[in-house]
């Protein structure tokens, strides 16, 4: 099973709204990152958080961790639409080298 | 830097031929990971070396999957023979170790990706 599973699968809004998405994982984790991937394209990284963080920024992205319930989500505010794509978070788990686990996405459509 | 190069684009294949992907890192990584993409499976990691060394290749499907790395600016996946069920996006992607680099230089394991090679096996 994936370690790290996105909710929802896909999202449409209007652009100037926000855009949130969440991430669940099993196992104990070092990080998480979330990763951004334009159609036709490979991955491009967006933002890491620690375990022993709870809430990062960056731009117009909000992170937050909640390690006791394993789950994540990404806030993109005021979407533009060159942020339809889709976003994937990425698990970094305990002993497990430095492998990434990624889920499965959610594809988000911002509407102009 | 170009970042991670990888080539074919685009690949076209019948069964049973052998198929090479190729991938450049970006200079100075010491990471280098394998990922096949597809609807059904979503990213899958296939294989992923240090310094040239494969560390974890139980992602490889099978033995007609193989990977080498004979130098830290190259590397190959090789499929021989292809189906049409290897029909998929491969990704590249590399990384920086901070602990080589410091960790103001290079974030733990951020993967920088390639742009992909599309293949079809008919």
């Known amino acids: 099973s994936q370690q790290g599973e996105e909710d929802p699968q896909a999202l449409s809004i209007q652009e100037g709204e926000n855009a949130t998405m969440n991430c669940s994982y099993k196992?104990?984790?070092?990080?998480l990152q979330w990763y951004r991937q334009n159609s036709g394209r490979g991955l491009v990284h967006l933002i890491l958080?620690?375990?022993?963080?709870r809430e990062k920024h960056s731009g117009r992205l909000r992170v937050t961790l909640d390690t006791s319930k394993k789950s994540s989500s990404l806030l993109i505010t005021a979407s533009r639409a060159a942020d339809t794509a889709s976003y994937f978070c990425?698990?970094?788990?305990?002993?497990?080298?430095?492998?990434?686990?990624f889920g499965g996405g959610t594809r988000v459509l911002v509407k102009p | 830097d170009a970042g991670v190069i990888q080539s074919p684009r685009h690949e076209v294949t019948e069964m049973g031929q052998e198929v090479t992907l190729r991938c450049k890192p970006i200079?100075?990584?010491?990471?280098l990971f394998w990922y096949r993409q597809t609807m059904m499976r979503g990213l899958e990691l296939l294989i992923y070396?240090?310094?040239?060394?494969?560390?974890?290749d139980s992602g490889m499907p099978e033995d007609r999957f193989s990977a080498k790395m004979p130098n830290a600016s190259f590397s190959t996946l090789k499929i021989q023979p292809s189906e049409p069920r290897d029909s998929a996006v491969y990704f590249c992607?590399?990384?920086?170790?901070?602990?080589?680099?410091?960790?103001?230089?290079?974030?733990?394991?951020?993967?920088?990706f390639g742009p992909g090679t599309r293949l079809t096996v008919l």
């Open positions: 990425a698990t970094d788990a305990e002993a497990a080298g430095n492998k990434l686990t």
């Open positions: 196992t104990s984790i070092n990080n």
């Open positions: 958080i620690r375990s022993n963080e």
């Open positions: 200079s100075g990584h010491d990471y």
């Open positions: 992607a590399s990384s920086c170790d901070p602990l080589r680099l410091g960790a103001r230089i290079c974030s733990y394991n951020e993967q920088f």
């Open positions: 070396f240090n310094n040239n060394v494969p560390i974890d």
